[in-house]
């Protein structure tokens, strides 16, 4: 079992950047797939990106690619996403998950962390 606190998120202009973290309890971090999503207000939740356990592979959504980078520490037991220029219609609930699957559903996540707030303002 792993237990996911996220953090970093925040209010940042369009155009700007910002850094959300994931880290994770428990010493199996590296045997999990990774990623995040995000609910926006009134929408359902949304595949974001996803890192595999050795962080050699990546995928993302086509609305983020090119802007977000997912990267990890295992080291460090944490997930990363970086995200750059900055969208209003990026405003949304981050959320980090964890995964046996290499899979962008999030019916294949079993584990999930609590969420932060990412608000982008036009």
């Known amino acids: 079992q792993v237990q996911l606190v996220e953090s970093g998120g925040g209010l940042v202009q369009a155009g700007g950047s910002l850094s959300l973290s994931c880290a994770a309890s428990?010493?199996?971090?590296?045997?999990?797939?990774m990623g995040w999503f995000r609910q926006a207000p009134g929408k359902e939740r949304e595949f974001v990106a996803r890192i595999s356990r050795g962080g050699v592979i990546t995928s993302y959504a086509d609305s983020v690619k090119g802007r977000f980078t997912i990267s990890r520490d295992n080291g460090q037991n944490t997930v990363y996403l970086q995200m750059d220029s900055l969208k209003p219609e990026d405003t949304a609930v981050y959320y980090c998950?964890?995964?046996?699957?290499?899979?962008?559903?999030?019916?294949?996540?079993?584990?999930w962390g609590q969420g932060t707030q990412v608000t982008v303002s036009s």
């Open positions: 428990g010493r199996t971090f590296s045997s999990y797939h």
């Open positions: 998950a964890a995964s046996n699957l290499v899979a962008s559903e999030e019916t294949s996540y079993d584990y």
